[in-house]
């Protein structure tokens, strides 16, 4: 079956990680539709098995399929890692299934000033070495870092930002041997964005923050040209899917977008 312009764009992470790029890809697609899906149900995606994180994203897309959507992007930096080749056979020609890594990668092998790199994430991102040899497999000259930091995106869920407690757990995390000296760090989790100014103030904003947001979103919007796919005009009506409520998904998804949320709860594994 053959995509067209006018089908949403499928958006998913493990809850409000995702809208930091659902966000930016507004700002830059604000012709196309997206249908969000935030798993508040099964989160934090970092701490699980790659097996139930796939068994989870699978299911998603599934939905987001059956949802019509053209593009399916996997908006979680541990799903990209960990179930993105087999989500890629499931999904094979019905969508164009995109990831938040690889669009990251490429940004960094295209700059030649990058040379110590410190990358932060959850468990399933950091133990899966995804960046690290994505990055080492082009480029042998840049030293990454990687440094697993669980705690944030609960505490992100949570609320807990820009507050002392955030700050102790950010000053905690970043003060550690395995980030000295490094030049740049990617924020290798959806959720991270959200802290970035936090994240910068800690390096007294000498050290260069990566954010996927707004390069995913770029990179999105140059896949969906060159495939034809990029709607021009039309009405926008964004729809949001959770598989829990949590009030801060709420509260998070509101303060993005300003338009009236309307907040869907669905069990997909019933
Ligand atoms: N936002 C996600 C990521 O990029 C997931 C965080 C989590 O649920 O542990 O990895």
Same mark, same amino acid.
């Given at each position: ?9 499928? !958006?998913? @992470? ?16 604000? %012709? @196309? ?17 790659? /097996? ?36 890629? @056979?499931?999904?094979? /020609? ?16 295209? %700059?030649?000033?990058?040379?110590? !790199?410190?990358?932060?994430?959850? +468990? =399933? #991102? ?18 990454? +870092? ?6 944030? =995106? ?12 955030? %700050? ?7 003060? +550690? ?12 989790? #959806? ?5 970035? %100014? ?22 999105? +919007? ?5 495939? @034809? ?16 409520? #949590?009030?801060?998904? /709420? ?9 009236? !949320?309307?907040? #869907? ?6």
């Amino acid at each position: 079956m053959r995509l067209k312009r006018e089908q949403p764009i499928g !958006i998913f @992470d493990s809850g409000v990680g995702g809208l930091t790029v659902a966000h930016a890809i507004k700002q830059l697609l604000p %012709n @196309d539709t997206f249908i969000y899906f935030g798993d508040t149900a099964h989160l934090p995606y970092g701490d699980k098995s790659a /097996e139930s994180i796939l068994h989870y994203s699978k299911k998603i897309a599934e939905f987001l399929l059956e949802k019509n959507c053209k593009v399916i992007l996997v908006a979680c930096n541990s799903a990209s890692a960990v179930a993105f080749s087999s989500l890629n @056979d499931y999904v094979g /020609e019905k969508a164009v299934l995109m990831n938040v890594i690889d669009p990251v990668v490429e940004h960094i092998l295209q %700059n030649k000033t990058y040379k110590k !790199i410190g990358v932060i994430g959850t +468990k =399933a #991102t950091i133990n899966s070495g995804a960046y690290e040899k994505k990055i080492k497999e082009k480029r042998q000259d840049i030293e990454v +870092k990687s440094l697993a930091t669980p705690l944030l =995106a609960p505490m992100i869920e949570e609320g807990f930002v820009y507050d002392d407690i955030s %700050n102790a757990i950010i000053r905690a995390y970043l003060s +550690k041997k395995e980030l000295k000296n490094i030049q740049s760090l990617i924020l290798g989790c #959806t959720h991270y964005p959200i802290i970035k %100014n936090q994240i910068s103030k800690f390096y007294n904003f000498d050290v260069e923050v990566i954010d996927s947001a707004r390069i995913v979103a770029n990179d999105l +919007k140059r896949t969906l040209i060159s495939k @034809d796919l990029l709607r021009s005009e039309g009405k926008t009506t964004n729809q949001f899917f959770i598989s829990d409520y #949590t009030p801060y998904f /709420e509260k998070i998804s509101k303060m993005f977008f300003e338009e009236a !949320i309307h907040l #869907t709860k669905i069990d997909l594994w019933r």
